[in-house]
T-cell receptor
Framework: NAGVTQTPKFQVLKTGQSMTLQCAQD?????MYWYRQDPGMGLRLIYY???????DKGEVPNGYNVSRLNKREFSLRLESAAPSQTSVYFC?????????????FGPGTRLTVL | AQKVTQAQTEISVVEKEDVTLDCVYE???????LFWYKQPPSGELVFLIR??????QNEISGRYSWNFQKSTSSFNFTITASQVVDSAVYFC??????????????FGKGTHLIIQP
């Protein structure tokens, strides 16, 4: 039981390049989330998926797109990376939606945009 | 809009001292959930506790205890007899029950706890 896994662990991009961050969970959770963590800012919600087939914007969605590929997988895409997107990205999952359940987090992806 | 404030940016204590981390929240909902997460130097986020807005009982788990007071909108976390392994960044977080609407956690900015040997 791996929990929440994320790939890659580290990535360096040049401004304007694109990439997709992958996330998968094996806990049969319904809801999945993407957050970014910046120094001194805590974590901020980018996008979430309350259930398979649905996605919604969070607090800071600009510059990102997401895909809920199936119940297990939730990917985050940067179409044209900018230095302001340098951050640590965390994926999380929860059994229930609507804010009721605890979220379990992946190990994070450290992204640097030059 | 919901908001979580952790006013203590950094706390440093000597091992075996007790330490309390403060968390103050704002929400317009009557149904909401409060969480604490620990982020050790390795970077992962570890779930510690969830409390719903209808349960104001304090909770104790080993050396950890939580004090939830709706009257002051606070959900404080106390570590008794601190140990070096408690050194980490601790986040308080809030979610409002959306009933199918908005979802996700609102985090405070975190408190960096340093336990000196």
């Amino acid at each position: 039981n791996a929990g929440v896994t994320q790939t890659p662990k580290f990535q360096v991009l040049k401004t304007g390049q694109s990439m997709t961050l992958q996330c998968a969970q094996d806990m049969n959770h319904n809801s999945m989330y993407w957050y970014r963590q910046d120094p001194g800012m805590g974590l901020r919600l980018i996008y979430y998926s309350a259930s398979e087939g649905t996605t919604d914007k969070g607090e800071v969605p600009n510059g990102y797109n997401v895909s809920r590929l199936n119940k297990r997988e939730f990917s985050l895409r940067l179409e044209s990376a900018a230095p302001s997107q340098t951050s640590v990205y965390f994926c999380a999952s929860s059994l229930t939606s609507g804010g009721r359940g605890e979220q379990f987090f992946g190990p994070g992806t450290r992204l640097t945009v030059l | 809009a919901q908001k979580v404030t952790q006013a203590q940016t950094e706390i440093s204590v000597v091992e075996k001292e007790d330490v309390t981390l403060d968390c103050v929240y704002e929400t317009r909902d009557t149904t909401y959930y409060l969480f604490w997460y620990k982020q050790p130097p390795s970077g992962e986020l570890v779930f510690l506790i969830r409390r719903n807005s209808f349960d104001e009982q304090n909770e104790i788990s080993g050396r950890y205890s939580w004090n939830f007071q709706k009257s002051t909108s606070s959900f404080n976390f106390t570590i008794t007899a601190s140990q070096v392994v408690d050194s980490a960044v601790y986040f308080c977080a809030l979610s409002e029950y959306s009933g199918g609407g908005a979802d996700g956690l609102t985090f405070g900015k975190g408190t960096h706890l340093i336990i000196q040997p």
